[in-house]
Structure formats: C-alpha cells, structure tokens
C-alpha cells in the first residue's frame, strides 16, 4: 500500500511539471530500518551484506550525524579488510576512501592524506582489536562492522512516528504543545525533538505498560506509556 501511494505521489509530480504520468522517474530501494535486539550478522550474511552496502552510501552521502574523520577511516580499514584483506594497499585503500568518505571531506584534506589515515586506522585495529590478530574472514569482519554501526548510529535506525505530547511527563520534556518524535530501536524508545535531538530514552526494561488511547468509535489515536519509575507519558498521535 504505501508502496504503490509513493509511486503515484511521482507520478503526480511529473503530471505537475507537465510529463507523461507514465514516464514519472522513480526507483525502489530497500534498507534496513531497524535492527532487533538480538540481531546477529553471521545468521544471513548475503543480507549483511546488503546492510554494509547500505551503510557505506549513508555515510559517503554524509546522513549519519556527527561523524569524526577517525571514525570515517576505522569504518574504512573494516571496509578494505572486507574486500581486500588485512594487509595494506595503497591503490585499493584509495578506492575504499572514495566510497566511504563524503567528497567535501576528500577534496579538503586531499587522498594522500586520507590514506594515510586509512592506513594508521588499520594499523590499530590490528594492534588493538583481537579479530585482526587471527586468521579473519571478510564475513567475521563484516559482521563486526554491522555490530559496531548499531550501537554508533542507533537514532538513524529507527522507526518514527509525530506525536504531541499530552500528560504532564511528557510535556515536560519540551515546550508545552510542541510536537515530538517517537523512536522505537533496538534499544527501547527515544523521545526526540523533530531535530532529532533526544529528550528521553526509555530501555525497555523500564517500560511497565503500554496502553492505547481510543476514541468512542474504538479506534487508536494515542497511547501512553508507563515506566518502573512510576512516570506516564501520553501522547497523541499524527
């Protein structure tokens, strides 16, 4: 359903720009949206490695926030192992460097520079991380990748829904009124700005219950959620 109502919503796009409704340019692409709690990589790496390829295009076209150059450049060396293995090369270093790193990055530090922090990237891992002291394989260290990226990017891995909060809990938590996103992970539920600035984590070890608020014809518009520690948050739905 929402797949058809997004193929239609271009072709009203191109009817408005005065196209052929037929010829509407569009395309399907599949991504991860939320991990489980107990998601495990090496179950199905084929989809693994889906996910990596995922990763990889968010964090060259800059989508994950707040990542630091020694960050881009450990997930780079991973990315080289994968693909070429633990011993460095220059040229293929060089490659990874462009699918990884956003291009604003490149262009200012220039390649040279970024392999040489590939290459010191590399080197730590290998002084510090034990899975690079074995005899590793391309799907051990994918999967540590996709580990890794769990826990770093949590937020963008996300389901969302709008909300206006309601009890005085949750309005609370940010100016009265003010609408709010709901985030469900697979670390519990983030409250968050419509920025995407955190408000509240609730593990959900420390959710008691969640209840539905329904109107009289018995249809859902709200719910709220109670916590151990005795906190009510009620929220309205969008």
């Not at 826990?151 to 206006?164: A, I, V």
């Amino acid at each position: 359903e929402h797949l058809m109502d997004a193929i239609a919503q271009c072709e009203q796009i191109s009817v408005e720009h005065s196209l052929a409704a037929e010829s509407a340019p569009w395309q399907i692409i599949f991504r991860k949206e939320v991990f489980s709690p107990w998601y495990n990589p090496m179950v199905d790496p084929r989809a693994s490695q889906l996910i990596r390829k995922q990763i990889i295009s968010s964090l060259s076209f800059g989508e994950f926030p707040n990542v630091s150059d020694s960050k881009l450049a450990n997930f780079a060396a991973q990315e080289l192992t994968i693909q070429y293995g633990a011993t460095w090369n220059a040229d293929a270093a060089a490659k990874v460097v462009r699918e990884i790193v956003p291009e604003a990055k490149r262009k200012a530090e220039g390649p040279e520079a970024w392999n040489q922090k590939v290459k010191a990237a590399l080197e730590k891992l290998k002084k510090e991380n034990q899975l690079w002291k074995t005899s590793i394989s391309s799907e051990q260290v994918q999967a540590h990748m996709l580990r890794q990226c769990r826990k770093e990017f949590t937020l963008p891995f996300s389901r969302f829904f709008q909300t206006r909060p309601v009890s005085r809990d949750a309005k609370f938590l940010s100016s009265e009124g003010a609408e709010m996103l709901i985030a469900v992970n697979w670390m519990g539920v983030f409250i968050v700005t419509t920025s995407e600035t955190i408000l509240a984590n609730i593990r959900f070890s420390e959710i008691r219950q969640i209840e539905l608020i329904r109107n009289v014809r018995d249809i859902p518009y709200g719910f709220t959620l109670e916590t151990v520690q005795e906190k009510s948050f009620q929220f309205i739905c969008n």
